[in-house]
């Protein structure tokens, strides 16, 4: 059997760090984590509670509200979202509020695109591929920031009914005075929150523990990782004793919180820099992926590991994001048809025996990568083998057990599932098929 050193770590990963756990934080807060990928804090109050946030499920959702229930009687007066355009942190938001409960969210500082709504199908296809809603718990395994999410859980989303819109908000609710700050990172309408008299800053998704996900392989307006930065700087004017982020765990200690939201900050600077520089010397977006990489202390410290995003995605993304598809190279400017290019291929290699026989050759040697190439210039020209597909599928797998990113593996995995059915075979024992 052969050994996956990505789909090792990212196991050993998930067992040490993903379970559900309530954990006092300070007297009358609590840290709700592992009831689904994403987590909860709640601040009992005076007369009632305060939620950051409120889990990604309506089932996770109850089992907390359980929980919540043996240290409290007190009614959920206001809900507040770190960010509203993510259902992992608002999905429960129906089992926690009363008819009269307050929810907060910030609204957008880049508006959403126009006719976005038209991208809706295609969206929900490559959101399942990427959270791996078809796959088992075991091809699973997490979510990378957080535990295996049940793919049916129900959604009890409810949106804001208290929209701000400044850069700084004062509120006082259940004995609190909470400090909302505009922060856009992962998302446009992202904040954090500050709770001076606990000392507590509770980020979001702009920290967890990962590499952070500066690019969504789903597919989503760029992320501009710049602000990203700009937020993580405010973040540090803080004098935090304690940081809560929306996924993974608590980090105490105000010089640990410094050394931690720095280090996060100069590595997502630094691949910011040098591919903006390498770009500016006229690379493609491959030359830099291929270049380009997390320079040590960053690239072994445990929080900036690959489990949710990537580096090379995220250099992709900025290449993208600053100068557009266009890589430079005029022969790319408007490409011959890929059915063309790909039989010219097919030609050029001898035929569709030859390439079929290199296909097996190279999947016998686990060369996963070339052989999902090979497949995809036969599929290209027009080819619907049902062998094809299935070669296809058996390197997706080998490519996703590979996979430190929770993200990418799911992604691999679930796209091989799309094509044996297509193909008309069993996905049963799918992480068989990668030797």
Not at 355 to 368: A, G, P, T, W
Request: glycine share 8%.
């Amino acid at each position: 059997m052969k050994y996956f050193a990505g789909e090792q770590k990212l196991k050993l990963h998930a067992k040490q760090r993903f379970f559900r756990n309530v954990e006092p934080v300070c007297e009358n807060v609590y840290f709700f984590t592992g009831f689904g990928g994403s987590n909860m804090i709640a601040l009992i109050g005076d007369d009632s509670c305060v939620l950051i946030d409120a889990l990604n499920g309506k089932e996770v959702a109850q089992a907390a509200l359980t929980e919540l229930r043996k240290l409290t009687d007190k009614p959920v007066s206001t809900i507040i979202y770190t960010h509203h355009s993510h259902f992992d942190h608002t999905s429960g938001a129906g089992v926690f509020a009363d008819a009269d409960t307050e929810i907060i969210g910030h609204s957008y500082k880049t508006a959403v695109y126009g006719y976005s709504e038209l991208l809706g199908d295609i969206n929900r296809k490559r959101g399942m591929r990427q959270f791996g809603s078809s796959l088992t718990e075991e091809e699973s395994i997490c979510v990378g920031i957080g535990i295996w999410n049940n793919p049916y859980s129900t959604r009890a989303i409810l949106p804001p009914n208290r929209l701000i819109s400044e850069d700084h908000t004062t509120i006082h609710r259940a004995g609190y005075e909470i400090h909302l700050i505009a922060a856009p990172g992962e998302t446009d309408d992202q904040m954090f929150v500050w709770i001076p008299q606990l000392q507590i800053l509770c980020c979001g998704d702009n920290y967890y523990e990962s590499w952070p996900n500066l690019y969504a392989i789903r597919g989503s307006q760029y992320r501009d990782i710049s602000s990203w930065i700009v937020s993580l700087e405010k973040m540090l004017e803080y004098p935090a004793e304690i940081l809560l982020p929306g996924h993974t765990g608590i980090i105490r200690g105000n010089s640990k919180i410094h050394e931690t939201l720095s280090n996060y900050h100069d590595a997502i600077q630094y691949i910011l820099t040098e591919t903006l520089k390498g770009i500016n010397q006229g690379m493609t977006a491959d030359q830099l992926a291929e270049t380009i990489s997390l320079p040590e202390p960053f690239s072994s410290l445990p929080y900036l590991q690959e489990y949710y995003g990537t580096v090379k995605g995220t250099i992709r993304a900025i290449f993208t994001g600053y100068l557009g598809w266009f890589d430079g190279n005029p022969t790319h400017l408007d490409r011959l048809p890929a059915r063309d290019y790909s039989r010219n291929l097919i030609r050029m290699m001898g035929g569709e025996e030859a390439v079929l026989e290199e296909i097996s050759q190279s999947l016998r040697k686990e060369q996963y990568q070339w052989t999902a190439e090979l497949c995809d210039i036969l599929l290209d020209s027009g080819s619907d083998s049902s062998f094809t597909k299935e070669m296809k599928a058996n390197a997706l797998v080998g490519l996703g057990r590979l996979q430190t990113s929770a993200n990418s593996r799911h992604y691999y995995l679930t796209c091989a599932k799309e094509l044996l059915q297509e193909a008309g075979i069993s996905s049963e024992g799918l992480l068989e098929r990668s030797w």
